[in-house]
């Protein structure tokens, strides 16, 4: 079950009557500029709808009312001056998210402009007076300008609609923790009462003899599909034995995760103890599928982490869950890591797959996915429970580092990614933990670090960017 889904834009083009009472054939001038507007988002991977272009009240009321359902995000685009009063009734009543497009059909408007490219290229003031208005209204919104000429104009727009996407994933998120919460671990520790006041998100939580029960309903069938596929997608350096036992618990969970429709998802690994049962093996290997999926995970029952991360991964895809685990001062970088969970698809290569001892005696090696992950830019995220209830969204741009040739062989059997903050390791430290960031964070690979921030906006979250 891929949970991923496409993000949906439904752009509405704001126009003035008195132009059509002047002279009615103008407007069909800007066909192609919106064709070209869609276009540029699709580039991107976004669904694009586009509604008749509106120049009043009940116009606006009725594009509005036809996206409702259809759409994620509403893209405005302003085709000429358009008076603000005409549509923000509309655009208030509606729940979509807002971003407005400030763009024009020509970039070059300098001495040399002809005196007839006035008509169409004169939005700017129209986007001034409703972007006003939203403001005083209390309606949220989001902005790109620019011209399609430069190529982030489109890039950045898809990305705050992917933002806005990810608000409603997070939004009414229904969660699975496996095992009760890592007893005294107390920066993600929120109450299941205020994750649902405050964001809807409710938490179910199973014991191990729940998946126990699920391993036992595993078919041989969907065992052997999964390992020819492992075979195809890793580099299988495992024993059968070992695969197919991952597999077996893997599956019996990825069972328990369909069947309640959950889209987070929390294992405590002191939950497995020992080898006498169906789910005699800590399931990172599915963890780490799952959130290629689409679904979010946290690591020893954070179920706040978990949350996140599913959300921005239905909508940005190359996410995974990750903690800082070192500081290398000398080289100004941070070393990300954990016991065994990766999404696959922040690697930068064919996946390894290996068995890694586990820490309690006796339970047998886990199967685990690792390798080096994609170099470039990124964003590390982290949702910080603050005071009185509060919640802080703290996003810092970041470089994920390339491998060196000079890797200890050792660190092949890790879960690694280094990443270079914009700020000195040091100062950065210091202003992540002044911002009361938790030890469970997501990573998500591409310049997003903006849309991210929109992300916490629109949820209601203090935001704080450091670099």
């Known amino acids: ?78 085709l000429a001056y358009s008076p603000s009063l005409e549509v923000i009734d509309a655009l208030c009543k509606t729940t979509l998210p807002i971003i407005i497009l400030d763009t024009t059909m020509e970039a070059d408007f300098g001495l040399s402009v002809r005196a007839k490219h006035i008509m169409t290229n004169h939005g700017v003031h129209g986007v001034m007076d409703l972007a006003c208005m939203l403001r005083r209204r209390g309606r949220h919104f989001e902005i790109v300008a620019g011209h399609d000429s430069d190529p ?10 992917r933002a806005a996407f990810a608000v409603g994933q997070f939004r009414n998120s229904k969660a699975l923790r496996v095992g009760p919460a890592f007893d005294g671990m107390g920066d993600f520790c ?46 299988c350096d495992i024993s059968e034995e070992d695969h197919l036992r991952s597999i077996r618990v893997g599956l019996g969970l990825r069972r328990l995760v369909a069947d309640g429709g959950f889209g987070a998802l929390s294992v405590n690994f002191q939950a497995f103890d020992g080898t006498d049962r169906p789910a005699a093996t800590m399931p990172f290997m599915e963890l780490s599928k799952g959130m290629a999926r689409g679904v979010g995970y946290g690591g020893e029952g954070d179920i706040l982490t978990a949350a996140l991360v599913g959300a921005l991964a239905r909508s940005f895809e190359r996410v995974t869950f990750t903690e800082i685990f070192c500081a290398d001062w000398a080289g100004d970088s941070l070393f990300l890591s954990h016991m065994g969970e990766i999404s696959p698809s922040v690697l930068k290569d064919k996946p390894r797959l290996f068995a890694k001892p586990f820490f309690v005696p006796g339970v047998p090696p886990p199967a685990v996915i690792t390798g080096a992950a994609r ?17 802080t969204l703290i996003v810092a741009p970041v470089e994920v580092l390339p491998e060196s040739d000079s890797i200890d062989p050792a660190m092949f059997n890790t879960v690694r990614i280094w990443i270079k903050p914009r700020l000195p390791v040091a100062p950065f430290l210091e202003e992540y933990s002044r911002n009361g960031g938790t030890h469970h964070s997501a990573l998500v690979l591409g310049d997003v670090a903006e849309a991210i921030a929109a992300f916490g906006r629109q949820t209601g979250l203090d935001v704080v960017t450091i670099g």
């Open 190 to 235: 929120v109450s299941e009462n205020l994750l649902a006041e405050r964001f809807g998100i409710t938490v179910q939580e199973l014991s191990i003899d729940a998946l126990d029960a699920a391993v036992t309903k595993v078919r041989e069938d969907l065992i052997n599909a999964e390992l020819a596929a492992d075979n195809a997608l890793f580099t």
């Open 152 to 161: 982030r104009l489109y890039e950045r727009a898809a990305a705050l609609a």
């Open 1 to 78: 079950m891929n949970l991923k889904k496409e993000t949906r834009v439904g752009i509405l083009p704001l126009y003035l009557k008195l132009y059509d009472d002047l002279d009615g054939g103008r407007r069909s001038g800007f066909d192609g500029f919106i064709d070209r507007v869609a276009a540029g988002l699709k580039t991107h991977g976004i669904s694009v709808t586009a509604a008749p272009v509106c120049r009043i009240a009940p116009e606006f009321n009725a594009a509005i009312a036809a996206m409702e359902g259809k759409v994620d995000v509403i893209i405005t685009i302003h």
């Open 375 to 391: 170099p470039g830019p990124a964003a590390f995220v982290n949702l910080a429970p603050g005071p009185d209830n509060s919640f």
